[in-house]
């Protein structure tokens, strides 16, 4: 008889949780929303489009890019780890996700605990550029400038917190010179600035455009060794040992959304990244197209968190 009430109990358990627990076997069921914590016109709003199309396509709904800048990525960042893990709020995040858990003493969320890694999109380099009129050719031009004219030497980033922001502040600490860093709401007006000569230089990834037609002169790039995109640059560690900054893209979710959805949207993604017209339309931002999976993003969060956290500390940088 007892036996009888468990089997009751269990079965009525099961009934329950089964009408409570919501139904992702039709995911997704409408549109989907990719915020992106930048404003338009930049590499990660460009990527998170590009994405974001060729998805719609196979999943058969439209999904939404939303931008929400502020912060160096933490406005839109939060937006999402507060959203309702339901499947259909993502986040195009990038390296400042990592950066911004050190740079701010009070982040706004925390990356390992309010985000879940979906899949990592590309790494791209940061690109030192300068105007087309700048008496500046190439970074030893650049370093000599700044130690000779240190109250005069200015750099435009795309934000603070951003990877382009920490290039900066390791050129002042590892060269040795003094260096403004001037912050802009993204790479399109930090390069603008750059062009109208009102910084002496600016960093940013989405300068290869702007190299090619002659709009921007390229100094260096930030990954440790030459982009295949532009072999005739020089990497800032050629001048400055063992200096290393790449920059990435990738795709988060709300923490506790359904690994189902995760798995699904990430194998949406890795096809996409192989698609010929995709793959082109990277490599003309100069970006190398990754395409992980959730665990293989995870892991390489983790790694970064553990590479950046050596490296930012020791600047003693902290933007609020």
């Known amino acids: 008889m007892k036996s009888l009430k468990l089997l009751k109990v269990f079965l009525l358990g099961l009934l329950l949780t ?9 995911w997704p069921e409408r549109d989907l929303t990719f915020i992106v914590p930048f404003p338009p016109a930049g590499n990660t709003d460009a990527v998170a489009r590009l994405i974001a199309t060729n998805v719609s396509t196979s999943i ?3 999904i939404i890019v939303d931008n929400r800048p502020g912060a160096g ?10 959203a309702k893990p339901d499947g259909y709020t993502f986040l195009v995040g990038s390296v400042a996700n990592v950066l911004n858990h050190f740079f701010y003493k009070k982040p706004l969320y925390d990356i390992s605990k309010d985000l879940v890694p979906v899949s990592q999109i590309i790494n791209v380099p940061n690109y030192i550029v300068v105007g087309d009129k700048s008496e500046i050719k190439t970074f030893r031009d650049l370093l000599i400038y700044a130690k000779s004219f240190p109250e005069k030497t200015s750099c435009a980033t795309t934000g603070v917190g951003t990877s382009t922001y920490l290039t900066c502040e390791m050129i002042k600490s590892m060269a040795g010179v003094n260096i403004t860093n001037i912050p ?6 930090a390069m603008q600035s750059a062009m109208a000569g009102e910084v002496t230089f600016a960093v940013a990834n989405e300068a290869l455009p702007f190299i090619k ?3 921007l002169i390229g100094l260096a ?31 988060f979710a709300p923490a506790g959304t359904p ?5 699904e949207l990430a194998t949406k993604i890795q096809v996409t990244l192989k698609q010929p017209d995709v793959i082109k339309k990277l490599e003309s931002l100069g970006a190398v197209p990754v395409g992980s999976s ?27």
């Open 213 to 215: 037609d002659g709009r």
């Open 184 to 189: 802009y709401k993204g790479g399109s007006a």
């Open 259 to 263: 690994p189902a959805i995760v798995n």
């Open 18 to 26: 089964s009408l409570s627990a919501p139904s992702f076997s039709a």
């Open 73 to 82: 990525s933490m406005i839109g960042s939060q937006m999402v780890a507060r």
């Open 60 to 62: 058969g709904k439209t």
């Open 294 to 320: 959730p665990s293989e993003f995870s892991k390489y969060i983790n790694l970064e968190l553990s590479k950046w956290e050596l490296v930012i500390k020791p600047l003693n940088v902290s933007v609020d």
């Open 221 to 251: 790039v930030t990954t440790p060794t030459r982009s295949s995109f532009v072999p005739n640059l020089p990497a800032v560690s050629e001048f400055i040992p063992k200096f290393d900054v790449t920059s990435w893209y990738g795709v």
